[in-house]
């Protein structure tokens, strides 16, 4: 497992952008996949994109498609999650998760290492 810190969050304007970064300790970071998840109280964790130990493969989920970008640097120990055209329906609380098993993102189960979250809030 690796310690994976989260920030960038916060308030935004409806349309507005935020970038999430993730610095990652722990372990060689360019090995292995990751993931961000959001979750809206009261509702279980939902996957919103993922890439490979290299950032070369990556997935979004339909609702952010086109609108945010993830990202990493390997030399940073770094990922992000770049989010424009923010919408009302993006609130929630943002983690960044590592499956530090695979070099390629498999399922939201599979990852083993949890940030704590940051949340990120939409105004309209």
């Known amino acids: 497992q690796v310690q994976l810190v989260e920030s960038g969050g916060g308030l935004v304007q409806a349309g507005g952008s935020l970038r999430l970064s993730c610095a990652g300790s722990?372990?060689?970071?360019?090995?292995?996949?990751m993931g961000w998840f959001r979750q809206i109280p009261g509702k279980e964790r939902e996957f919103v994109a993922s890439?490979?130990?290299?950032?070369?493969?990556?997935d979004y989920a339909e609702s952010v498609k086109g609108r945010f970008t993830i990202s990493r640097d390997n030399a940073k120990n770094t990922a992000y999650l770049q989010m424009n055209s923010l919408k009302p329906e993006d609130p929630a609380v943002y983690y960044c998760?590592?499956?530090?098993?695979?070099?390629?993102?498999?399922?939201?189960?599979?990852?083993?290492?949890w940030g704590k979250g940051t949340r990120v809030t939409v105004s309209s």
């Open positions: 998760a590592a499956d530090t098993r695979r070099r390629y993102y498999l399922t939201q189960s599979a990852m083993d290492s």
């Open positions: 890439m490979s130990w290299s950032g070369g493969d990556t």
């Open positions: 722990g372990r060689t970071f360019s090995s292995y996949a």
